[in-house]
């Protein structure tokens, strides 16, 4: 009688299961990056921390000479400044290098590889590699957002923490979904990397009160460039601010808005593509 064979193919993973194993793969290589280079590490944790040691000053300073501004304390500006850098860091050390690398993956012809490998590309894309540096300045970020509301005496609810979180994604999403969009502009253009920049340079909007604006300027970043309500709104919820839930669907709204707009960005750019041999 002969042996049955009971020898079976390994199970293919699929689904969001697959991708959690291709990200995490991806963790793995941008740790063993990050360890090759130690002291770099080390040196971009220290200037990100003087940078935003530097802007609480900036406001301490400020506060010296007035109680408020546009009835904003001391304090609840210094918890904004806290969200604003901790939304900052986590979408730099996600997705920021990997927005700014799309026009050398064209230029180099590397985006040609890339598409023809059985994963989502715009997914490869965006999370090929992760920036640890940016996850020490976000913890830092949490313990300025600690301090400040110990000082307010702040005692939120489970919900308003919840909503703080669900909200800090949403600015991270409108922050990704809006640098992604022009970093597609390479798909027409030899490179783009001056105005992914210059829309980086515009977070530090997100760090001041939003009603220290007034007219077309604060329309502009509220519906044009979605700046001031990245860190407002969260923080807003969070220090009892907030009139109505409307800046919250906003904000909610705006960042499915903005994904949705980058997608069809996205696609159309790639169907307009010839490859970098063409």
């Given at each position: 009688?002969?042996?049955t064979n ?11 299961r ?84 799309l ?27 992760v ?148």
């Amino acid at each position: 009688m002969n042996a049955t064979n009971t020898t079976t193919a390994p199970e293919i993973e699929t689904g969001p299961r697959r991708y959690l194993s291709i990200y995490g793969a991806l963790w793995r290589n941008s740790v063993v990056r990050e360890l090759m280079f130690k002291t770099n590490f080390l040196l971009w944790v220290v200037v990100e921390t003087l940078w935003f040691a530097l802007q609480i000053s900036f406001m301490s300073v400020i506060y010296s000479h007035t109680d408020t501004i546009a009835t904003w304390t001391k304090w609840e500006v210094i918890l904004l400044i806290g969200a604003a850098q901790f939304i900052q860091q986590i979408f730099h050390g996600i997705f920021l290098n990997n927005c700014t690398q799309l026009s050398e993956n064209i230029r180099t012809g590397k985006l040609d590889f890339m598409l023809l490998l059985p994963v989502n590309t715009r997914f490869l894309i965006s999370m090929r590699t992760v920036d640890l540096g940016s996850f020490v300045s976000a913890g830092l970020a949490v313990g300025v957002m600690f301090y400040a509301g110990h000082q307010m005496q702040l005692t939120p609810t489970a919900w308003q923490i919840a909503g703080f979180l669900m909200l800090c994604v949403a600015g991270i999403a409108i922050h990704y979904s809006l640098m992604f969009s022009l970093a597609c502009i390479s798909f027409f253009t030899v490179k783009a990397q001056g105005i992914v920049w210059g829309y980086y340079n515009l977070f530090n909007l997100a760090r001041l009160p939003d009603s220290a604006f007034g007219g077309f300027f604060r329309m502009f970043f509220t519906f044009a460039v979605p700046m001031l309500i990245v860190a407002n709104v969260p923080v807003k919820l969070l220090a009892n601010k907030l009139d109505s839930p409307f800046e919250m669907l906003l904000m909610v709204g705006m960042a499915v808005g903005c994904f949705v707009f980058s997608e069809w960005v996205w696609r159309r750019s790639v169907k307009n593509y010839t490859s970098a041999s063409s």
